[in-house]
């Protein structure tokens, strides 16, 4: 009798927390080939973005790994208020996912993000594993619309750069995601000064701090490497791990960037400033 009590104790305990302890080890999602077909029908109406710069070398805010919840706001305020001061950043930033922590936080993200729409800078995200746990999904996409698309970025004297957003939030880009990106990608080849992929996961980081959600499968990685340094894409970057690393394989420079999470040990983002070369500048938040 002492087993099934236990139990019966444990399952009331589950029940009475606010918890969806069965959405966080299995999404309730769609698929990854599921999620992508949403993304492609928004890009179908929306179309691409095709954004103008004033100089050939512009900057780029670039976040990753935000873990908004109610409680924990100051390090994407701090992300706000310093974009907003800088008047010479291209007008976009980049979100490589995670922006939430839990269920039902993505309107608590969504509107401690807001002064950077009303000032006109757009907001480029993909989609990170804690915004699809918890059947969490829909709701992203309802605010954010797609988490794989292109974009690019026509400078006045160095040609043009482009800008492609993977979804990686299951550790995996699945089947049509993954052909979509070589068309994308081989389509390109010859027509921009930079390319840039960017996505959550991450591909070559030597830890297994994530353990079960951490890299792609070693096979996936080698082929999206190799996919990659086909096509002439510059950089890939990616979040998930909460730590920077540079990995350089076959001539393509992988970026795993800092998280913005508050209490992480180094909480921080990024500046890209894109030239002739993609340079990488990290700003901490104390």
Request: proline letters at 3%; glycine letters at 8%; hydrophobic letters at 40%.
């Amino acid at each position: 009798m002492k087993k099934p009590c236990l139990l019966l104790m444990m399952a009331l305990c589950l029940s009475a927390c606010n918890v969806d302890w069965l959405g966080f080890v299995y999404t309730r999602s769609a698929d990854a080939d599921a999620r992508f077909a949403q993304s492609l029908e928004y890009n179908a109406q929306a179309g691409y973005a095709s954004i103008t710069v004033p100089d050939d070398s512009y900057r780029v805010y670039v976040l990753t790994d935000a873990h908004v919840t109610e409680k924990e706001t100051r390090n994407i305020d701090r992300f706000v208020t310093d974009f907003l001061a800088d008047g010479t950043a291209a007008p976009f930033w980049i979100n490589l996912g995670d922006s939430v922590n839990d269920k039902g936080q993505e309107g608590i993200f969504e509107s401690h993000i807001s002064p950077l729409g009303a000032a006109g800078l757009r907001h480029f995200p993909t989609a990170g594993n804690h915004d699809v746990y918890f059947g969490e999904w829909n709701e992203w996409a309802s605010r954010f619309h797609t988490a794989t698309y292109w974009f690019e970025v026509i400078t006045p004297g160095r040609g043009k750069d482009l800008f492609i957003a993977l979804e990686s939030a299951s550790g995996t880009l699945g089947h049509s995601q993954r052909a979509w990106a070589e068309e994308i990608l081989t389509e390109s080849q010859g027509k921009y000064a930079h390319i840039t992929v960017y996505t959550h996961t991450h591909f070559w980081k030597r830890d297994n701090s994530q353990t079960t959600t951490g890299n792609f499968a070693l096979e996936e990685t080698y082929d999206l490497a190799d996919l990659f340094a086909r096509t002439g894409v510059d950089i890939v970057l990616s979040g998930h791990d909460h730590a920077a690393e540079t990995t350089v394989f076959k001539g393509v420079r992988y970026e795993t960037l800092e998280s913005l999470k508050m209490n992480d040990i180094s909480p921080g983002y990024n500046i890209l400033t894109y030239g002739k070369a993609i340079e990488r500048n990290f700003v901490p938040i104390e």
